[in-house]
């Protein structure tokens, strides 16, 4: 059959809060024109993150109720440990309440001031917590990352040329090196097998380890299969297994490919690095045989780790993110491509080409969306990237003016994507009134959050 549906069937429902466009008129300003200030129970759609917005299968949910809440040595964490020690291989396991625990764990005890951590991309919070300690967070992305439209399939890969040159000119002072899968900064764009083997044999040259970030390592594992020459035949599990092998250790965000609302983990092989991670993890997470999660969240993220690695449900959820990517190229909208296996990029600037950047198209592009429909987006361009220029005056702009569409778990089917199409497609026939817009209040860092806008024409 031509359809790919939906590896699943509904037994719990949760009503979707339909308003009419005056309503949205009215709610958008009263959240000061920032879809972020809106309440979740305003939204139709919610496509602002696929961070933690999935939903749990029966089998999560009846995992829940075997949550045994011992403080220590539980048996919960017991499978929990097993079940990762599965896919991973690695020898020391830490369960954290995020990822950005684990990273932070991982930041304080590993590095000094001035160290330098190679990533092909980081994202947000791994580059906090690497900047906290006085550390430099350096992104080498491949040079296809830069270009929006290139059809390139591993375009999440390092760039081994830059890897070597930093090497060389650092190589003593690069406590470990980083790999992000798929790579979310870069446009969740996947890291194929054979760039994670040259990006190691790089670093054992030095001996510097390789980290990797695991958040979205089972779409990764798929992008492999389905792209990657010898990798056809492989089940999800097996490629999962073969990339942790040639890693020192991972940071995850059980919020991604966990399948899990909440939870993270850290692991590594080597022990004296596991005792640093482990006293830290005590004073600041808890004991290590919960980090900072219930019994009940060890086991739900334990199931949630192997459905995240069947074929049936990453197939699924890659038909879909093409399965719009398709409808939106068809209808002129510029999307980057290919898409990425969590969200798909809306090109603002492309799409609004009457709005200048210091316009903030993407913000135009987000509130036509929610205005239309009552859909959720997150602007990626000058509001959360931009820098104030040195000498005051206009800021300098980000390199691309992006809105994500993220794709949440198992939560919404192939009907609410047809409507998010039609409310495209209303929005693309109308682009030359997408507006621009003014910031009238924002805050020192992170201004995106909680920033107010006003139209600017
Ligand atoms: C979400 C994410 C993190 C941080 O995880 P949290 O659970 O949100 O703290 C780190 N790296 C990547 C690539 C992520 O997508």
């Given at each position: ?34 879809v ?123 760039d081994?040329g ?120 005590i ?7 919960y ?18 690695l ?22 002129d ?6 898409a990425?296996?969590h969200?798909?990029f ?12 210091s ?6 592009v ?22 104030p ?40 026939r ?28």
């Amino acid at each position: 059959m031509r359809t790919i549906i939906e590896p699943f069937r509904i037994k719990m429902t949760e009503a979707l809060p339909i308003t009419t466009r005056s309503e949205r008129e009215a709610l958008l300003a009263s959240a000061f024109n920032n879809v972020f200030l809106l309440d979740a129970d305003h939204v139709t759609i919610d496509l602002l993150t696929d961070s933690g917005t999935g939903a749990m299968s029966d089998r999560q949910w009846s995992a829940l109720m075997l949550g045994d809440e011992s403080y220590a040595g539980s048996r919960s964490w017991r499978r929990f440990e097993q079940t990762v020690r599965e896919i991973t291989g690695f020898k020391h396991i830490f369960p954290t309440h995020q990822g950005r625990a684990a990273e932070r764990i991982l930041a304080a005890t590993r590095l000094q001031k001035g160290n330098v951590v190679p990533n092909n991309g980081h994202f947000d919070t791994t580059r906090a917590n690497i900047e906290y300690v006085g550390a430099v967070a350096t992104d080498l992305p491949s040079t296809e990352a830069r270009e929006l439209q290139s059809e390139k399939l591993f375009k999440g890969n390092m760039d081994l040329g830059k890897l070597e040159q930093l090497i060389e000119a650092e190589g003593g002072n690069i406590p470990f090196c980083m790999l992000t899968v798929t790579n979310n900064t870069g446009g969740g764009q996947p890291v194929s097998m054979e760039n994670v083997r040259s990006v190691k044999d790089i670093l054992n040259k030095r001996g510097v380890p390789l980290i990797i970030d695991a958040c979205r390592f089972a779409e990764n594992a798929f992008f492999i299969k389905e792209r990657e020459q010898g990798f056809a035949d492989r089940s999800l599990l097996e490629i999962a297994r073969e990339m942790f092998s040639l890693a020192d250790g991972a940071t995850m965000s059980a919020k991604k490919d966990g399948l899990a609302n909440i939870g993270g983990f850290l692991a590594c092989n080597n022990d004296s690095w596991a005792d640093g991670f482990r006293n830290l993890l005590i004073l600041t997470e808890g004991f290590p045989t919960y980090g900072g999660l219930a019994g009940r969240d060890l086991e739900a993220i334990s199931v949630g780790l192997l459905e995240a690695l069947e074929q049936d449900y990453q197939r699924y959820r890659h038909a879909t993110v093409e399965y719009v990517a398709s409808a939106l190229i068809s209808r002129d909208i510029p999307i980057v491509r290919p898409a990425g296996g969590h969200a798909i990029f809306i090109d603002a600037a492309a799409f609004c080409p009457h709005l200048r950047a210091s316009d903030y198209p993407g913000i135009g592009v987000v509130n036509a969306l929610y205005l239309e429909g009552g859909v959720r987006a997150v602007e990626l361009g000058s509001v959360m990237f931009g820098k104030p220029a040195p000498g005051g005056g206009e800021e300098i702009p980000a390199p691309h003016e992006l809105v994500r569409l993220a794709f949440p778990r198992r939560v919404y089917t192939q009907s609410h994507f047809d409507y998010l199409i039609e409310v495209l497609d209303a929005i693309g026939r109308q682009r030359a009134s997408i507006e621009a817009y003014r910031i009238t209040e924002q805050a020192p860092f992170l201004r995106h959050f909680t920033a107010h806008y006003e139209r600017a024409g």
